[in-house]
C-alpha cells in the first residue's frame, strides 16, 4: 500500500523546507533507512532518511523547489502502483486525518483530571527521539544538562542508547532545562516526554502529567508533527564523538560525517564553520589535508579513566550476587537471536581447513611496509570469493519469497563491553586484503568506543565470528538474521596430520557454518565450505 512522506519538521522554528537534493529518482528501489533526499532548514541541510521501503513513485517538491511543512514530498509503494488517487485527494485526506485524530485526542484526554492546555510562552517538550531505523525504545545514559542548566541550540543534552550504539542527543532549542522526564539509566518507547526546556523561572506544573495522560498541550507541535520530527532528530543527533586534542567535543552535522568517512577525513582536523564551530558540508567539502594541523591521540587516558573498578571483596563461605540491569544493547540481542533461532531451522556444516600455506602468505604479506593482515581478514576475503560463487549462500528468506544477493556486504561480529555489535564491510569482494584489515581495524576500534554510526552495522548478507584468538577450536552460532548463514571461526591448532601417506606436524582451522534451512540445503552449504576451504589453502588463487 502506498505511504504518503511530507515534508519534515527538522527543527523547532522550521515552519517550510527547501530541497537541495534528490538522491533517489522515481523508479527507484527505497529500503528502511536510506537517505531520500537533502533538505535545508532555517537553520541547516540535513539528510532526510525514510522510515518505510518500496518504490519511489513520485516525488512531490522537486530540487530547488520551497514548500510547507507537511507538503506532500514524496509517495513510497509497491512497483507499478496505482497512486492516481492519492495525488488526487491529497488536500482532502490531508483535511481529514487531522480531524479524526483530533477526535481521538479528546476522547483519551476526557478521563485526565485536567484538559489539555496550552504551554507556556517559549516552554518547549522534547520527546525520546528515534534514533535509528529499529529503534523503538531508547536508554538515557548520561544527562550532560541538570535542571536548572542554560542550554543553547546545539547543546549535547544527554547520550541516549539505542539498540544500536549510543549517540550524543542535542537540543534544537534554547532556553533553561525545566524538567527532566526520563532519569540515566532508565528506558521509554520512543516518543516518551523526555525534557522540558523554557524560560527560566516558567510553572509548568501539570504539563508532564498533562503529556504522561495522553493530554499533549495544545501550543507543541500537533502529535502528527511531534512523529514527523522524530526522524529529523534522529537525523541531526549523531553528532561527532571523537575527542579532540582539548578533550572537548566535535560538533558536526550528519550530512558532514557522511562526506567525511566517504572521504577518509578525520573530522577533529576539520575547522567548523557553523554555529558554536559545528562542522557543516562546505567545510569538509572546501578541507585540506596538508593544511590541517596533527592532533594529539587522548585515547590512552580516556582508556585509563574508563578502566574497571574493583570487585567487592566477598568472604569465604558467603553466599554473594550483584545485579546487572539489561541494557538496551543486551535486550536487543536477547530478542534478536531468540527470534532467529525459534524461527529460523538451524543446522551447522563443519569443516577442517590446513593453514600452513596461509600462514606462509600471510608472514610474507605483511613483509610490505605499513601492511598487516590477520587470519581472521584472509577468511574474510576467501569468504567474499566463495559466496560469489556460491550466491544462494549470500540469500535471506520472507514468506514470499527468497531474496539472492548478488552484492557481499560481510559482517563481522565485534565484542563489546555491553555484549555484540556487527559493522558491515560493503562490497567486500571488491577490497584487497589489506582494505579488509584496515577496514576492520578502524570498524572495531569505534566499536569498542561506541562511535559506530547505525548506517555502518547494517546491509549485512553475511557474518562473520571469530573466537579463535581466545583460543576456541570449534563452535556453533546463532544466524544473525536476514542473513542466511553465519560463519564461526576457530583457532588455529597445531597437531599431528596426514600428508602424503606420512603423519607430520600441522595447522588446522575448524569452520563452522550455521545454516537456515528455510533457504539454504545441505549440499549447497557444503559446496560453499569447500570453495571457501580451496581459497584459504591456497591463498595465491584469492590475489588472481
Known amino acids: 500500500m502506498a505511504i504518503k512522506v511530507t515534508m519534515p519538521r527538522l527543527s523547532d522554528t522550521m515552519t517550510e523546507g527547501t530541497v537541495a537534493t534528490w538522491l533517489k529518482k522515481v523508479g527507484d528501489k527505497v529500503s528502511e533507512g536510506d537517505i531520500l533526499a537533502e533538505i535545508e532548514t532555517d537553520k541547516a541541510t540535513m539528510e532526510f532518511e ?3 521501503e518500496g ?3 513520485h516525488i512531490g517538491i522537486a530540487e530547488g523547489e520551497t514548500a510547507p511543512v507537511d507538503s506532500l514530498l514524496a509517495i513510497i509503494g509497491n512497483e507499478g502502483e496505482d497512486i492516481s488517487a492519492l495525488l488526487a485527494g491529497d488536500a482532502a485526506p490531508a483535511a481529514a486525518a487531522p480531524a479524526a485524530v483530533e477526535t481521538k485526542k479528546e476522547e483519551t484526554a476526557a478521563p485526565a483530571a485536567k484538559p489539555a492546555a496550552a504551554l507556556p510562552a517559549g516552554v518547549i517538550v522534547v520527546t525520546m527521539p528515534r534514533l535509528s531505523d529499529t529503534m523503538t525504545e531508547g536508554t538515557v545514559a548520561t544527562w550532560l544538562k541538570k535542571v536548572g542548566d542554560k542550554v543553547s541550540e546545539g547543546d549535547i543534552l544527554a547520550e541516549i542508547e539505542t539498540d544500536k550504539a549510543t549517540m550524543e542527543f542535542e537540543s534544537f532549542n534554547e532556553g533553561t532545562l525545566l524538567y527532566i522526564g526520563i532519569q540515566e539509566g532508565n528506558t521509554a518507547p520512543v516518543d516518551s516526554l523526555l525534557a522540558i526546556i523554557g524560560p527560566a523561572g516558567t510553572d509548568i506544573s501539570g504539563i508532564a502529567d498533562g503529556y504522561v495522560a495522553g493530554a499533549a498541550p495544545q501550543a507543541e507541535p500537533a502529535a502528527e508533527e511531534t512523529k514527523a520530527a522524530a526522524p529529523a532528530q534522529a537525523a541531526a543527533a549523531p553528532v561527532a564523538q571523537e575527542a579532540p586534542a582539548d578533550g572537548g567535543r566535535i560538533l558536526a552535522s550528519p ?8 572521504k577518509g577525513i578525520q573530522l577533529s582536523q576539520v575547522k567548523g564553520s557553523g554555529e558554536n564551530g559545528r562542522i557543516v558540508k562546505s567545510d ?9 594541523a596533527p592532533q594529539a591521540a587522548t585515547a590512552a587516558k580516556a582508556d585509563a579513566a574508563a578502566a574497571p573498578a574493583a570487585k567487592p571483596y566477598v568472604p569465604a563461605g558467603q553466599i554473594a550476587t550483584e545485579e546487572i540491569k539489561n541494557s538496551q544493547m543486551r535486550k536487543i540481542i536477547a530478542k534478536r537471536l531468540s527470534e532467529s533461532l525459534f524461527t529460523a531451522p538451524h543446522y551447522n556444516l563443519v569443516i577442517e581447513v590446513s593453514m600452513d600455506e596461509a600462514m606462509k602468505s600471510r608472514a610474507t604479506i605483511n613483509t610490505v611496509p605499513d601492511t598487516k593482515v590477520s587470519f581472521n581478514d584472509m577468511v574474510i576475503k576467501a569468504s567474499a570469493l566463495a559466496l560469489k560463487k556460491h550466491p544462494k549462500i549470500n540469500s535471506q528468506w ?5 531474496t539472492i544477493n548478488y552484492h557481499v556486504n560481510i559482517g563481522v561480529a565485534v565484542a563489546v563491553e555491553d555484549g555484540l555489535v556487527v559493522p558491515v564491510l560493503p562490497f567486500t569482494d571488491g577490497m584487497s586484503l589489506s582494505q579488509i584489515g584496515a577496514s576492520v581495524r578502524d570498524l572495531a576500534g569505534r566499536a569498542k568506543s561506541k562511535k559506530l554510526l547505525p548506517s555502518e552495522m547494517e546491509g549485512s548478507t553475511f557474518t562473520i565470528s571469530n573466537l579463535g584468538m581466545f583460543g576456541i577450536t570449534e563452535f556453533n552460532s546463532i544466524i544473525n538474521q536476514p542473513n542466511s548463514a553465519i560463519l564461526s571461526v576457530g583457532a588455529i591448532v597445531e597437531k599431528p596430520v596426514v600428508k602424503n601417506g606420512q603423519i607430520v606436524v600441522g595447522n588446522t582451522m575448524m569452520l563452522s557454518l550455521a545454516c537456515d534451512h528455510r533457504t539454504i540445503d545441505g549440499a549447497t552449504g557444503a559446496q560453499f565450505l569447500q570453495t571457501l576451504k580451496q581459497y584459504i589453502e591456497n591463498p595465491v588463487t584469492m590475489l588472481a
Open 255 to 262: 550530512l558532514a560525517k557522511k562526506i567525511a568517512s566517504d
Open 398 to 402: 520472507s514468506a514470499d519469497a527468497i
Open 55 to 57: 518504490t519511489l513513485l
Open 50 to 52: 525514510s522510515f518505510n
Open 284 to 292: 569538509i567539502e572546501n578541507f585540506s589535508p596538508a593544511a590541517a
